[in-house]
């Protein structure tokens, strides 16, 4: 796969990123009790312990237009990683995370492919003012709304993000903060629309 991915082909490049990237596992079979045991946890070669290399891998398939791994990208900008950082499993603590970078990514995505996983993280940026992006709580909910609208499967967590984000704007008028709350549209009978 790794020639394949070397040769230029994009689904291969995508395909070696998500194996390399790390994050994509959600329970390690190391952590497991009676499944792991010392020769598994020394198995997986350090070659695939590289995240300098899988965003190398996941910026090469976002070339080829997949909105996919662009969004990964992203990720990646926005966790501390570099495409010229020197290769190791964590974030050197000298470089500190690009948001600028993350934030096009993710526009990137959202704008050019209609990528429902981008809006949200910018719905998230939004929400809680990362890097330069402004703490907005109306910019995050109409984020929000369009990755329900680009995606319906997303509807708990958008609702979920909506209820969390309601809470935090009524704290913030109760409490006299200066973050931009959400501005509800009013219908015909001058009452707001939608709770979410």
């Not at 791994?69 to 992203?74: C, H, P, Q, T």
């Not at 990683?81 to 500190?96: C, F, G, K, L, R």
Request: glycine letters at 6%; hydrophobic letters at 35%.
């Amino acid at each position: 796969m790794v020639m394949a991915a070397e040769q230029g082909y994009e689904n291969a490049q995508a395909n070696v990123a998500h194996l390399l990237d790390r994050k994509t596992s959600v329970v390690s079979v190391s952590s497991i009790p009676l499944v792991s045991s010392p020769a598994l946890k020394s198995y997986r070669s350090k070659l695939l312990d590289n995240p300098t290399l899988a965003l190398a891998y996941y910026t090469r398939s976002a070339k080829q237009t997949n909105a996919d791994s662009l969004v990964k990208m992203g990720d990646y900008y926005l966790s501390g990683y570099s495409a010229t950082s020197a290769p190791s499993s964590q974030p050197s603590s000298a470089e500190p995370p690009n948001v600028d970078k993350a934030t096009t990514c993710y526009t990137s995505a959202a704008e050019g492919y209609r990528s429902a996983q981008a809006l949200w993280n910018l719905g998230w940026m939004h929400e809680n003012g990362v890097g330069s992006v402004t703490q907005d709580f109306h910019m995050a909910k109409r984020y929000y709304d369009l990755a329900y609208e680009l995606n319906k499967e997303a509807y708990l967590p958008v609702k979920m993000a909506l209820v969390k984000l309601r809470l935090r704007s009524w704290w913030n008028d109760v409490s006299g903060g200066k973050i931009n709350g959400i501005k509800d549209e009013e219908g015909d009978d001058g009452r707001p629309n939608t709770f979410m």
